[in-house]
């Protein structure tokens, strides 16, 4: 079965595809995404012949698409759609893809494009490639306003930079400007990366046209000497490749092979930004570090990656790691951390499991992780899994982007494997006890007492027990409102859960509870801001409120007093502190 993936989000058009595809659905297999970012998530999942996308689709479009596949499916050929002006149809018709159709189009059209596609993949035809003077101009046509990163198959890496589709400046190997911008148009079977542009402040160092441009780079692509032929021990010293080799090795956690082979790569070619980029980040030392990311620097100013390691060398900094010895680095974000650190203080991610572990994720005055950072790191530990699985640490990296994201049965899957893998000397088997005995504890503790729920009574004339308080707990995160609702109910407090101060709001006129315990930091409103909202609507005169705060500040509680909360609990704190407290504002 042929897999093909239509990027599409018109509903009419859709239908009709569909409908003349189920003709062909013994032979071909028609996948939907009806925007950039879905097409990418299934491209990463499903093995895809051809790609049918619009120039102009939802989240990523169609030229950031362009760009993703030119880095990671350089051979699956593309058949864009658009409707368009007769220059943007000249452009598309040039861009190295396998086919363009002008919209409105037939269906019987688009089958046969597919059906050309198809034939040549069967035939070994090699795809021509995007052709990167047809996406600048794409760029222009579209005026677009970014970073447009190049890497060439030897691994030498330079940007482009727009502003409203005028190209201002360019960078490659040291070269600047117009100079930087014909050694990158001279370049053959490139891979694209398109960003925002961080910073509009760019020095407009380009004053000739891209057609001269093109010009300039197409004379000097004649009279470069031909390339001779590499032999095996050259051909293993692609720096391409070895570079490609230590990102994958560096993403598998094995950054001291990786480290080296980058060092060495770097003596002979000093002049590659993204192998010192990558040195920094299998690096060891503070000073290496620095070192890496000042010479990646020079090379590529403008980089945003490499801007945003720097960033995060100089937090390494601040929190101390330049007073400690050997460093390791975050796997979910790259800085630099102390060896024996617990977290990131960049990201915040828990990066081991320990004996307080529990306590202090749920309890402490520790910020939240940045899921953003965990969730897009997971594909990539999930990639590095497939191509090493007698690796052991690409699995625990994934155990702790699941524990992260309070995925428990997930995280202990995630680190069983790695006691498959090496059962008599796994790194990583203290840690898995650990959330073994962490999860037989939670498994005990909320169904403890399941069998004492209460038992029939057949006395109709039983005494009227006394009237069970209601709290209402208001807490975004889902482990810890989970934890908090249990030790009341173990209490014989009834609960309802809201994980914002909306849902509080809401849930608050049904359930008129006798007590808020209301954490200050939630997502939207944060607590001072429900408090004061909810008093607009509702009458609280009579419902104590406990505000849980990460630190014990004066400013907030002031707030506090102000927005109406009539007492604090400070982070962490223990289930006597929580009760003791609840049941002095109940007296």
Not at 215 to 230: D, G, I, S
């Given at each position: 079965?042929?897999?093909?993936?239509?990027?599409?989000?018109?509903?009419?058009?859709?239908?009709s595809?569909?409908?003349?595809?189920?003709?062909?659905?013994?032979?071909?297999?028609?996948?939907?995404?009806?925007?950039?970012?879905?097409?990418?998530?299934?491209?990463?999942?499903?093995?895809?012949?051809?790609?049918?996308?619009?120039?102009?689709?939802?989240?990523?479009?169609?030229?950031?698409?362009?760009?993703?596949?030119?880095r990671?499916?350089?051979?699956?050929?593309?058949?864009?759609?658009?409707f368009?002006?007769?220059?943007?149809?000249?452009?598309?018709?040039?861009?190295?893809?396998?086919?363009?159709?002008?919209?409105?189009?037939?269906?019987?059209?688009l089958?046969?494009a597919?059906?050309?596609?198809?034939?040549?993949?069967?035939?070994?035809?090699?795809?021509?490639?995007?052709?990167?003077?047809?996406?600048?101009?794409?760029?222009?046509?579209?005026?677009?306003?970014?970073?447009?990163?190049?890497?060439?198959?030897?691994?030498m890496?330079?940007?482009?930079?727009?502003?409203d589709?005028?190209?201002?400046?360019?960078?490659?190997?040291?070269?600047?400007?117009e100079?930087?911008?014909?050694?990158?148009?001279?370049?053959?079977?490139?891979?694209?990366?398109?960003?925002?542009?961080?910073?509009?402040?760019?020095?407009?160092?380009?004053?000739?046209?891209?057609?001269?441009?093109?010009?300039?780079?197409?004379?000097?692509?004649?009279?470069?000497?031909?390339?001779?032929?590499?032999s095996p021990?050259?051909?293993?010293?692609?720096?391409?490749?070895?570079?490609?080799?230590?990102?994958?090795?560096?993403?598998?956690?094995?950054?001291?092979?990786?480290?080296?082979?980058?060092a060495?790569?770097?003596?002979?070619?000093?002049?590659?930004?993204?192998?010192?980029?990558?040195?920094?980040?299998?690096?060891?030392?503070?000073?290496?570090?620095?070192?890496?990311?000042?010479n990646?620097?020079?090379?590529?100013?403008?980089?945003?990656?490499?801007?945003?390691?720097?960033?995060?060398?100089?937090?390494?900094?601040?929190?101390?790691?330049?007073?400690?010895?050997?460093?390791?680095?975050?796997?979910?974000?790259?800085?630099?951390?102390?060896?024996?650190?617990?977290?990131?203080?960049?990201?915040?991610?828990?990066?081991?499991?320990?004996?307080?572990?529990?306590?202090?994720?749920?309890?402490?005055?520790?910020?939240?992780?940045?899921?953003?950072?965990?969730?897009?790191?997971?594909?990539?530990?999930?990639?590095?899994?497939?191509?090493?699985?007698?690796?052991?640490?690409?699995?625990?990296?994934?155990?702790?982007?699941?524990?992260?994201?309070?995925?428990?049965?997930?995280?202990?899957?995630?680190?069983?494997?790695?006691?498959?893998?090496?059962?008599?000397?796994?790194p990583?088997?203290?840690?898995?006890?650990?959330?073994?005995?962490?999860?037989n504890?939670?498994?005990?503790?909320?169904?403890?007492?399941?069998?004492?729920?209460?038992?029939?009574?057949?006395?109709?004339?039983?005494?009227?027990?006394?009237?069970?308080?209601?709290?209402?707990?208001?807490?975004?995160?889902?482990?810890?409102?989970?934890?908090?609702?249990?030790?009341?109910?173990?209490?014989?407090y009834?609960?309802?859960?809201?994980?914002?101060?909306?849902?509080?709001?809401?849930?608050?006129?049904?359930?008129?509870?006798?007590?808020?315990?209301?954490?200050?930091?939630?997502?939207g409103?944060?607590?001072?801001?429900?408090?004061?909202?909810?008093?607009?609507?509702?009458?609280?005169?009579?419902?104590?409120?406990?505000?849980?705060?990460?630190?014990?500040?004066?400013?907030?509680?002031?707030?506090?007093?102000?927005?109406?909360?009539?007492?604090?609990?400070?982070?962490?704190?223990?289930?006597?502190?929580?009760?003791?407290?609840?049941?002095?504002?109940?007296?």
């Amino acid at each position: 079965m042929i897999n093909v993936l239509l990027v599409e989000n018109s509903p009419g058009l859709l239908k009709s595809i569909k409908q003349v595809f189920q003709k062909y659905e013994s032979q071909l297999n028609l996948i939907i995404a009806e925007n950039g970012a879905e097409a990418i998530t299934t491209l990463e999942e499903e093995p895809i012949s051809v790609l049918i996308t619009d120039l102009y689709v939802p989240k990523v479009d169609g030229l950031e698409l362009l760009a993703y596949m030119s880095r990671h499916h350089p051979d699956t050929p593309i058949i864009m759609t658009a409707f368009g002006s007769p220059e943007l149809m000249e452009i598309l018709a040039n861009l190295g893809i396998h086919h363009y159709l002008e919209k409105p189009f037939k269906v019987s059209a688009l089958i046969k494009a597919v059906s050309e596609a198809i034939n040549k993949i069967s035939k070994g035809v090699p795809q021509k490639g995007l052709s990167l003077n047809g996406y600048l101009r794409l760029l222009q046509e579209e005026q677009r306003t970014c970073t447009l990163e190049v890497v060439n198959p030897e691994g030498m890496q330079g940007c482009f930079y727009l502003i409203d589709g005028r190209l201002y400046d360019a960078e490659c190997s040291g070269l600047q400007g117009e100079d930087a911008a014909i050694e990158l148009l001279s370049w053959q079977k490139i891979s694209l990366n398109l960003k925002g542009l961080e910073s509009e402040d760019i020095p407009a160092r380009i004053h000739i046209s891209l057609k001269a441009l093109i010009t300039k780079a197409e004379e000097l692509r004649k009279t470069a000497a031909p390339a001779p032929e590499k032999s095996p021990e050259q051909a293993a010293m692609d720096p391409k490749k070895i570079i490609l080799q230590a990102i994958s090795q560096a993403e598998s956690g094995l950054w001291k092979p990786a480290n080296k082979s980058l060092a060495k790569l770097l003596k002979s070619n000093p002049q590659i930004s993204i192998a010192w980029l990558w040195l920094a980040r299998t690096s060891d030392s503070l000073k290496t570090i620095g070192v890496a990311l000042k010479n990646a620097s020079m090379i590529a100013p403008n980089d945003a990656n490499i801007k945003g390691d720097i960033e995060k060398l100089q937090s390494a900094i601040n929190s101390g790691c330049g007073e400690a010895g050997s460093l390791k680095h975050c796997p979910f974000c790259w800085a630099p951390v102390i060896k024996d650190i617990n977290s990131c203080h960049y990201c915040n991610a828990h990066l081991d499991i320990h004996e307080d572990f529990f306590h202090s994720m749920f309890f402490s005055s520790k910020r939240e992780p940045n899921l953003k950072i965990v969730e897009e790191s997971y594909q990539r530990f999930s990639k590095a899994k497939a191509r090493d699985p007698k690796n052991p640490h690409p699995y625990f990296f994934l155990a702790m982007a699941h524990i992260n994201l309070n995925q428990w049965e997930e995280a202990l899957e995630e680190l069983r494997q790695t006691e498959k893998i090496e059962p008599a000397n796994n790194p990583y088997q203290k840690q898995l006890e650990i959330l073994i005995d962490f999860m037989n504890d939670l498994e005990s503790f909320f169904t403890q007492d399941d069998d004492e729920q209460g038992e029939e009574v057949d006395d109709l004339f039983e005494e009227p027990q006394e009237q069970v308080s209601l709290i209402m707990v208001v807490e975004d995160s889902t482990t810890t409102r989970n934890i908090v609702t249990k030790m009341l109910q173990k209490e014989g407090y009834q609960v309802v859960e809201a994980r914002d101060g909306n849902e509080a709001i809401a849930k608050f006129a049904e359930n008129k509870p006798d007590l808020l315990l209301l954490d200050i930091i939630l997502p939207g409103m944060n607590g001072h801001q429900t408090l004061a909202k909810m008093k607009k609507k509702h009458d609280l005169k009579n419902i104590p409120v406990i505000m849980l705060t990460a630190k014990d500040s004066l400013i907030a509680k002031l707030k506090g007093k102000v927005s109406g909360s009539t007492e604090y609990l400070t982070k962490p704190f223990s289930s006597d502190d929580l009760i003791r407290k609840i049941k002095k504002v109940l007296a």
